[in-house]
């Protein structure tokens, strides 16, 4: 049985490997990358210059929601002292009824709707003035190195695979899929 599960592996490879040459090829990579901030309070902007693949739109109008992770890490650049660290997820689900694609930012309570799947892409991309940390915390005439990452494309299967377990060669074809930036550095200085 070992033998069978590995020869599944190696087919879903090969018949993956062209799909994950594209990828690296059209990698995502974030465009735009800011701090700003109020009297209090310290915000991060960033936008993902990237493109929903036709295998993520079929899924996502087929019912299957997708989920989008952005990890930021801010600390003293000489120091290595940190400051923080924070995680924002960004949800997009599809309602065919409606024909309308429903984003969720950081938690169901915040939520838009959209009829357009452009509107709906550029929201999944980009962190909108995302709270990071109270200016109290940060020191004046420090510099700050700011890290951010994206974990994209990560299927949520609702209700679970058919029988409720997700194999090990079902586990292997959903890692294909999830598509992953490398870390961004900015550094900036509080003034």
Do not use: C
């Not at 087919?11 to 993956?16: G, K, N, R, S």
């Not at 465009?31 to 990237?50: G, K, M, P, Q, W």
């Not at 994209?152 to 079902?170: H, I, K, M, N, S």
Request: charged content about 25%.
């Amino acid at each position: 049985m070992t033998s069978l599960k590995r020869l599944i592996a190696v087919f879903f490879l090969v018949l993956f490997a062209p799909a994950l040459a594209a990828a690296r090829a059209d990698a995502p990579i974030f465009d735009e990358l800011a701090v700003n901030n109020s009297e209090t309070e310290l915000f991060i902007y960033a936008s993902l210059r990237y493109t929903f693949s036709e295998e993520m739109v079929g899924g996502l109008q087929s019912g299957i929601p997708l989920r989008f992770r952005f990890h930021v890490e801010l600390n003293e650049r000489d120091s290595g002292w940190v400051v923080g660290a924070w995680e924002f997820t960004h949800r997009l689900r599809y309602d065919t009824l409606q024909d309308k694609y429903r984003f969720e930012d950081s938690g169901a309570r915040n939520f838009r709707e959209f009829s357009d799947l452009a509107q709906a892409e550029k929201a999944m991309m980009a962190l909108n003035g995302a709270p990071l940390v109270p200016l109290s915390a940060l020191k004046p005439n420090i510099v700050y190195t700011l890290r951010l990452r994206a974990d994209l494309y990560q299927r949520e299967f609702p209700g679970g695979l058919p029988g409720g377990q997700t194999g090990a060669v079902a586990r292997m074809v959903m890692k294909l899929w999830d598509v992953k930036t490398d870390w961004q550095d900015f550094s900036f200085t509080l003034r």
